[in-house]
């Protein structure tokens, strides 16, 4: 049975998600007019990433899934197949949009396949095959809250905050620096530690009065606004837009991360008797999947339409945007989710 809660927070992730290459067009344009609207929203949106990567952890972890070595692998694969089919769909539609397809293109899009990494959106992919793949190993540890913990530790220190310290000044800035770019952090225990934190949460969130929530909630949007602040301070100062905290382990995003999932996240919160509410989020949620496989064809359209440029010179262009991708892309997604064969490369 779903979990309504989970829902809510898959609907929030792919709105974030697609709030990170509808300001990326702002970004683009380098208007520092705009420049406290674009950094908000432009570093707020890699919140979503990481909500994703916490959602796989809490479902595909979960005591109550049986998550044996053969389904971990098959689930694995599904993956990476849909990583190889999107990255060839979206090989042969920049071939399109560049002027035709033809038969003397198909031996470089068959080398492409091989050596490009694809779309921009699609890495996701293909971290989610690596970390699926370790699933029956770590599976174990993660059923033990203390185990989990002594995994979260490093995650916290070697993802999040040596990162983002090596960004301020102090007498031996360099040499945190140099010792981050060296042991590099992100690749070995980064978004494993986003997947193990969403189990975390997920299965011991408990004991979290209002006030305790409301707590978290403040904190995260405290250091939040630090690092945003802070982003804007150098943006103007460089003259150009700073991106470097444009990052899920950016200190403040995981914060905010940790504070959706104790304030939503309801392991007991299942789907009982149909209701409007129910019904509607669990239809957002079961097309989040598609939207982030197609809402970059819909941002393509709306550029070419000249839609983008005309909302440029606005604030408030980037959540009319944003709005505008988020619609289009859900009704794509529904409709094709009504085709058997389609519908499994939706997810």
């Not at 707590?215 to 943006?235: C, D, P, Y």
Request: glycine share 6%.
């Amino acid at each position: 049975m779903r979990n309504k809660s989970l829902d809510k927070i898959r609907i929030i992730a792919i709105t974030l998600v697609v709030l990170v290459h509808t300001s990326a067009q702002w970004v683009s344009a380098g208007d520092l007019h705009h420049v406290y609207a674009t950094e908000f929203s432009n570093i707020i949106s890699f919140v979503g990433v990481g909500i994703f990567a916490m959602l796989s952890g809490a479902l595909m972890l979960s005591p109550a899934k049986k998550m044996t070595a053969g389904r971990a692998c098959k689930k694995a694969f599904h993956f990476l197949f849909l990583y190889f089919f999107w990255k060839g769909f979206y090989l042969c539609f920049d071939r399109l949009m560049a002027g035709g397809l033809n038969a003397s293109d198909i031996k470089p899009l068959m080398l492409s396949l091989i050596r490009e990494r694809g779309y921009y959106h699609l890495w996701y992919l293909a971290m989610l095959f690596w970390i699926i793949l370790l699933v029956p190993l770590i599976r174990q540890g993660c059923e033990d809250k203390k185990t989990c913990m002594m995994y979260l530790i490093p995650f916290a220190l070697l993802s999040v905050i040596l990162p983002a310290a090596a960004y301020f000044d102090y007498p031996f800035r360099y040499t945190v620096s140099d010792f981050v770019n060296t042991l590099d952090p992100l690749y070995y225990v980064g978004y494993l530690g986003f997947f193990i934190l969403g189990h975390y949460l997920y299965e011991w969130n408990t004991g979290w009065n209002r006030s305790k929530k409301f707590t978290v909630a403040a904190a995260a949007a405290v250091t939040f606004a630090a690092f945003w602040l802070n982003a804007v301070k150098r943006s103007i100062g460089q003259g150009k837009f700073f991106t470097d905290f444009s990052t899920p382990f950016n200190p403040g995003c995981v914060l905010i991360c940790i504070a959706v999932f104790i304030c939503i996240a309801d392991k007991a919160g299942k789907a009982g008797a149909a209701s409007k509410e129910i019904s509607l989020s669990e239809r957002l949620s079961r097309g989040a999947f598609g939207v982030y496989m197609l809402h970059p064809l819909v941002l393509v359209f709306l550029t070419r339409r000249n839609v983008v440029d005309t909302l440029l010179p606005n604030a408030w262009g980037i959540p009319v945007l944003l709005l505008m991708i988020l619609i289009i892309s859900y009704v794509i997604s529904m409709i094709l989710n009504l085709i058997p064969g389609i519908k499994k490369l939706l997810g």
